[in-house]
């Protein structure tokens, strides 16, 4: 299904746009306004044309081959943080959604998806979001759905729930369907860490990985404002702690042979999940690199779209688009 295009908006380290691509879609721009996120698209896909520029301040008409594009797609950053820096971005996460509509706007695609946190296709708080976009996209022509998807049912070995939008024009509206779970049994965070944790020579990477028989709690990345890098709050940390992973921190390196994995003896003796493993666990291939210092690099694949999820989000909505349109109305 090739021949698509698409505009990616806040790109972060690529999940989105590399499902996409994988789906079929060819991206004409890419926008992040984060430095070390935007090096990491330009690593991967030097070809990309990457911005680092922020989605409140970009003007498509400075940019037109953000014209006339099939698809708009917008990976929202994801975040929660102490009561303080909450409420200012909380403010700022409604300004970017308000900015991705307002972007489909200006450049018209043939359809839209907008990810973010599960709240976001039901909860009351976002409630005048969803009023917002609704009266904004039915204007325009636009129908859409709002559906939460699990990256577990992906293939994807982590439970993480994301709230989507998604708005196709009128004319191909009707052949859209959310996409239905591929896969049947979870992948464990054994099946998904084994090979890895085993390639310093730990002899205890296979009973390592069949005590973790379990997919991952979901991936925190934190804000720009927090301190270290650490697997997520207190519930995901003692999830953490019955795989025998100390999820306090990130580690730098997988164990080496000499390395004593005894859960019971505290912290120290338990493994931990380096920025790599990480980004195995979002269902980044291998191949991907992620650039920054530690910390950066995990925060980037915490608030990244696992690229299985942005693929079949793009071929369900490939599907539609190549489907035949149905005649416009009349009047």
Same mark, same amino acid.
């Given at each position: 299904?090739? =021949? #698509?295009?698409? +505009?990616?908006?806040?790109?972060? @380290?690529?999940?989105?746009?590399? $499902? &996409? !691509?994988?789906?079929?879609? /060819? ?47 917008? =990976? #929202?950053?994801? +975040?929660?943080?102490?009561?303080? @820096?909450?409420?200012?971005?909380? $403010? &700022? !996460?409604?300004?970017?959604? /308000? ?63 994301? $709230? ?70 207190? $519930? ?96």
């Amino acid at each position: 299904m090739g =021949g #698509l295009t698409f +505009v990616d908006v806040c790109s972060g @380290a690529g999940g989105l746009a590399l $499902g &996409l !691509e994988q789906a079929g879609f /060819e991206p004409r721009l890419l926008l992040d306004d984060d430095a070390d996120a935007v090096a990491t698209l330009r690593t991967n896909r030097p070809h990309w044309n990457v911005l680092n520029t922020d989605l409140l301040d970009f003007d498509p008409s400075e940019h037109p081959e953000s014209y006339d594009v099939d698809l708009l797609s917008a =990976g #929202l950053p994801r +975040v929660k943080s102490s009561a303080t @820096a909450q409420r200012a971005e909380s $403010g &700022l !996460e409604e300004r970017l959604l /308000e900015a991705a509509v307002y972007l489909a706007h200006a450049i018209r695609p043939r359809a839209v998806i907008i990810e973010n946190v599960p709240d976001l296709a039901h909860s009351d708080r976002y409630q005048r979001f969803r009023d917002f976009a609704r009266a904004e996209l039915a204007h325009l022509g636009y129908e859409f759905s709002w559906f939460i998807v699990n990256a577990v049912d992906f293939g994807v070995p982590q439970n993480r729930k994301q $709230g989507v939008l998604v708005a196709v024009e009128r004319r191909w509206a009707e052949a859209f369907r959310p996409p239905t779970p591929t896969v049947r049994q979870p992948m464990t965070v054994g099946a998904a860490l084994g090979p890895s944790m085993a390639a310093r020579g730990w002899p205890d990477a296979a009973r390592w990985a069949a005590q973790a028989d379990q997919p991952a709690p979901t991936l925190v990345g934190g804000s720009k404002n927090r301190g270290g890098a650490d697997l997520g709050p207190t $519930g995901a940390k003692r999830k953490w702690a019955t795989m025998g992973v100390n999820a306090h921190t990130v580690g730098n390196e997988v164990p080496g042979p000499d390395f004593v994995w005894d859960p019971s003896l505290g912290r120290d003796n338990m493994v931990k999940i380096t920025v790599e493993q990480a980004a195995l666990l979002q269902g980044f291939p291998g191949s991907w690199e992620v650039t920054g210092l530690k910390t950066a690099r995990y925060r980037q694949i915490g608030h990244a779209t696992p690229p299985p999820v942005g693929q079949v989000l793009g071929r369900a909505v490939a599907e539609a688009l190549h489907g035949q349109p149905a005649a416009p109305a009349a009047g």
